[in-house]
């Protein structure tokens, strides 16, 4: 095992500040704390560096764990709390006031109860309206969702939100223990997916990354759905998709390339 040393002490302590890390962000920070402490990382992995940072944080049932963006299929780093299953007491309770985290809970069941795996930014102002305080104003609302975008809790694209890495690396415990039905999981990589591409046959969801990768060099004709083996064609409206237009645009584009 390595020893924790200042590169670790700073890698941490960035990844306090910003609660989460992507993959780019990773290196960029991997660099500078080589840069400051002289330490050499070069025939060390991402993986062995975080170990070592994992044990000297466990006794405060902090972890750095690895998941995987949504949208593209990139790495993220997020610290975690390891204590607490229950969303009150999550490390997010350290910068957010119980009344926003009630909200912010509202707007977690919401996202992974509905089909589509997002909510829409007005359905989340109209939250205000089932909340026993009556005080709580549609632009408190808008101020708090703000605040958890910038904090990474939450991502929005054209009005829609959904759970971030950040989120469902930090309450997975929360989501299995109150959500557990509705739940959903990759048909090719068996890792939860929220959003993804659907068979609109059998319904199973596929990460739009995995997707990718999946179907990488297939001809229309084998291009099948990995759990019902409906013809899935990459023209054909088979797959419906839920914020991965990104990925099923990028698997058209190359697929044409090739
Ligand atoms: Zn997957
Ligand atoms: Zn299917």
Redesign the pocket.
């Known amino acids: 095992m390595q020893e924790y040393t200042d590169a670790h002490r700073y890698f941490l302590q960035s990844l306090m500040q910003r609660g989460v890390v992507d993959d780019k962000e990773c290196r960029t920070v991997l660099e500078d704390s080589s840069e400051i402490s002289g330490y050499d990382r070069s025939e060390r992995t991402i993986n062995s560096f975080v170990a070592v940072i994992n044990k000297r944080i466990q006794p405060f049932h902090l972890e750095i764990r690895k998941g995987v963006n949504e949208d593209d299929g990139t790495d993220v780093y997020a610290l975690i709390s390891i204590t607490d299953h229950d969303i009150n007491r999550l490390t997010v309770g350290g910068y957010f006031l119980k009344f926003e985290i009630d909200i912010f809970r509202r707007i977690v069941d919401c996202i992974v109860t509905s089909d589509e795996g997002t909510m829409s930014s007005v359905d989340a102002l109209n939250i205000t309206e089932e909340l026993p305080q009556k005080n709580i104003t549609k632009s408190d609302v808008q101020c708090l969702i703000s605040k958890l975008i910038s904090h990474r809790w939450l991502g929005e694209r054209e009005g829609v939100l959904f759970l971030s890495p950040r989120s469902v690396l930090e309450l997975e415990p929360y989501l299995k223990d109150q959500h557990q039905d509705s739940l959903r999981h990759c048909g090719i990589c068996k890792e939860m997916v929220f959003r993804g591409l659907r068979?609109v046959?059998?319904g199973?969801r596929i990460h739009g990354y995995c997707s990718v990768t999946y179907f990488r060099g297939m001809s229309d004709e084998d291009r099948k759905?990995p759990?019902?083996h409906?013809p899935m064609p990459l023209s054909d409206s088979a797959w419906s998709s839920n914020g991965s237009e990104d990925i099923l645009k990028l698997s058209k584009t190359r697929k044409r390339r090739r």
């Open positions: 068979c046959g059998c199973v759905c759990s019902c409906a």
